[in-house]
Structures are given as structure tokens and as C-alpha cells.
T-cell receptor, first 115, second 110 residues
Framework: EAEVAQSPRYKITEKSQAVAFWCDPISGHATLYWYRQILGQGPELLVQFQDESVVDDSQLPKDRFSAERLKGVDSTLKIQPAELGDSAMYLC?????????????FGPGTRLTVL | AQRVTQPEKLLSVFKGAPVELKCNYSYSGSPELFWYVQYSRQRLQLLLRHISRESIKGFTADLNKGETSFHLKKPFAQEEDSAMYYCALSGGGGRRALTFGSGTRLQVQP
């Protein structure tokens, strides 16, 4: 069964360093989401792509975060420089299309710890 | 602004007891409501969505627009139902991203 892949699964970094996360959605899924989940909270959207275009990045801290999906397939989320408050689980999800009731499929997440 | 509230962080019941996980939402329009579940060491997955009006693993949820609620119910809890449950809302138009509640951990004791 096809699944969303993410790497790395765990990342420990020091404050002010750069980190990057990778996501490979289910083949054929046009819509890709990056969420951040802080311990004890639900996931919160960072950025949404439709193919290679950004649909919503209103909650992305653009001074330090960037995201791209150059060929409309896999995606990279980057943080530079990392701050202590960025410690969280970063989840990638994909869905077939932007239509009502479309199920989002989640990856296993990347757990980031900033020291 | 859209918001989802799950008032209980932890719900503990005995096997065979009824379960109700509460979810209230705030949204100025016609939202789509979902329940997602995360079992231990597994990824987040869809449990059910209101537009399907289906029962999955014995769970049901009815959208009550008057009370802006979408509570998850099961008449007889099983130990394998122990997991983290998230209520989520999706708005209309081109923004289908989910707004999640903070989650409720369900513990079903033997």
C-alpha cells in the first residue's frame, strides 16, 4: 500500500543551525501539506501546495522557514536558523485533489530537537 | 477564524463501556468535519468524516450545526480503541488544510 515517506525520522541540531526535511507524497497526489505539531497540541498547518504552487503559507514563519516543491512531486522544508521553539514534530500529508471530503494521508513525521 | 476544541485531554473507560469524545468547532460557513486517530507508534490516519455518514470500527459521529459539535461515539469500547483522537475541520474553497483540536487520549482498561 502506498504511503507518504519522510526523512529523516529524527533530527537533533543546535540553535542557529540549518535543518532540512524531505517528504515524498503518495504517487499522483497533487496536494501536499506540511504541518507542525508541538508536544501536547494538534498539528498546525505551515504550508500547502497544489502541484508546485503554494496555496497557503500564511502560517509559515518566512523569516526562517522555506518550503519548495519544484517538480510538483516531493517537497523540502527548511529552517534557517533553527531556534529552541522550533522543537516539534513536522508532519507531511498528501491528498489526491482539492475537493470536498478528500482524505489526507500522513507521513510518520520528523521529530526535531533544537538544543 | 476557525477553531476546534476538544475539552478532554484524557478519557479513561473500562472495556465494554460507552465512549463519547467531545468536539466543538467555530467556523463561519459550512465546514467539513473529520476524526483522525493515532494508535501507538503509528501514523495519523483518518477514522471518519461527516459527509460519509458511516460507522468505522463501531464509531459514529453526527454533525450538529446548532450546537457546532461533532462528538465521536462508540457504544462498547474495546481495548484496541486506546489511541489519540483528533477532531479536525476543513474550510471551503481552495484551502482544504485541516485545523485540528488538541486531541483526546482514550484509554480503555480491561
Amino acid at each position: 500500500e502506498a504511503e507518504v515517506a519522510q526523512s529523516p525520522r529524527y533530527k537533533i541540531t543546535e540553535k542557529s543551525q540549518a535543518v532540512a526535511f524531505w517528504c515524498d507524497p503518495i504517487s499522483g497526489h497533487a496536494t501536499l501539506y506540511w504541518y507542525r505539531q508541538i508536544l501536547g497540541q494538534g498539528p498546525e498547518l505551515l504550508v500547502q501546495f497544489q502541484d508546485e504552487s503554494v496555496v497557503d503559507d500564511s502560517q509559515l514563519p518566512k523569516d526562517r522557514f522555506s518550503a519548495e516543491r519544484l517538480k510538483g512531486v516531493d517537497s523540502t522544508l527548511k529552517i534557517q536558523p533553527a531556534e529552541l521553539g522550533d522543537s516539534a514534530m513536522y508532519l507531511c500529508a498528501s491528498s489526491l485533489a482539492l475537493s470536498a471530503g478528500n482524505e489526507q494521508f500522513f507521513g510518520p513525521g520528523t521529530r526535531l530537537t533544537v538544543l | 477564524a476557525q477553531r476546534v476544541t476538544q475539552p478532554e485531554k484524557l478519557l479513561s473507560v473500562f472495556k465494554g463501556a460507552p465512549v463519547e469524545l467531545k468536539c466543538n468547532y467555530s467556523y463561519s460557513g459550512s465546514p467539513e468535519l473529520f476524526w483522525y486517530v493515532q494508535y501507538s507508534r503509528q501514523r495519523l490516519q483518518l477514522l471518519l468524516r461527516h459527509i460519509s455518514r458511516e460507522s468505522i470500527k463501531g464509531f459514529t459521529a453526527d454533525l450538529n450545526k446548532g450546537e457546532t459539535s461533532f462528538h465521536l461515539k462508540k457504544p462498547f469500547a474495546q481495548e484496541e480503541d486506546s489511541a489519540m483522537y483528533y477532531c479536525a475541520l476543513s474550510g471551503g474553497g481552495g484551502r482544504r488544510a485541516l485545523t485540528f483540536g488538541s486531541g483526546t487520549r482514550l484509554q480503555v482498561q480491561p
